[in-house]
């Protein structure tokens, strides 16, 4: 069955009619009708077309759409905001846009991620904080976070406590959630494996 919804589509690509060219599959149903749609959708440069051809279909397909021309797109030239304007309001598109397109700054990232990743935000900002602690942040880097935490958006404070307990530093008493994470990355032998004194 696949198979056959993915000949009609390539059909419909190859042999474009006057007008809608996806119109003859309209009456053979939705699926097959959408996935030619999808199709001149993710063959298209121009993101407004590419949305406007997603607007014509029913939620789930419009969804898909977006998403196949975004994964078409990433690696392309067009900016991160043309990317997010044609996910609307698929949140699954925009978290994987905002995830793949980081900010250098963590907090402009957090703040990317609470404005369009939707019920993706905690993933969103998890991965966040993950690649900014993988990064071994400077001293400076670490004084402006911990003077900044409350703007960093849920587990901020614990995703510093790990950067500190990563890079060796001292675990602090408080706040909690910065403690709390330094305490839980902390192992008897260093962080890394190698003993404290071990400095390479």
């Known amino acids: 069955m696949t198979a056959h919804l993915l000949s009609l589509a390539l059909a419909c690509a190859e042999s474009p009619e006057e007008g809608d060219p996806c119109a003859r599959y309209a009456t053979v149903g939705a699926a097959p009708y959408g996935l030619c749609v999808r199709r001149l959708a993710r063959g298209h ?110 587990d901020a404070g614990r995703h510093l406590g790990i950067a500190l307990a990563t890079l060796r530093a001292p675990c602090p008493d408080a706040p909690e959630g910065v403690a709390r994470g330094c305490r839980t990355t902390r192992t008897p032998e260093g962080p890394t494996g190698h003993h404290p004194e071990d400095t390479r």
């Open 45 to 154: 440069a121009d993101p407004r077309h590419a949305a406007a051809l997603c607007a014509t279909l029913v939620p789930d397909e419009r969804d898909a759409c977006r998403m196949d021309w975004v994964l078409g797109a990433l690696n392309g030239t067009a900016t991160t905001q043309t990317l997010l304007e044609v996910c609307a309001t698929a949140e699954d598109c925009a978290f994987y846009v905002v995830d793949n397109r980081p900010e250098r700054d963590v907090f402009v990232q957090a703040a990317q991620c609470a404005a369009h990743a939707g019920r993706y935000q905690r993933d969103c900002l998890g991965h966040a904080w993950e690649r900014w602690a993988e990064a071994r942040p400077t001293v400076e880097e670490l004084e402006r976070v911990a003077s900044r935490t409350a703007d960093g958006g849920v």
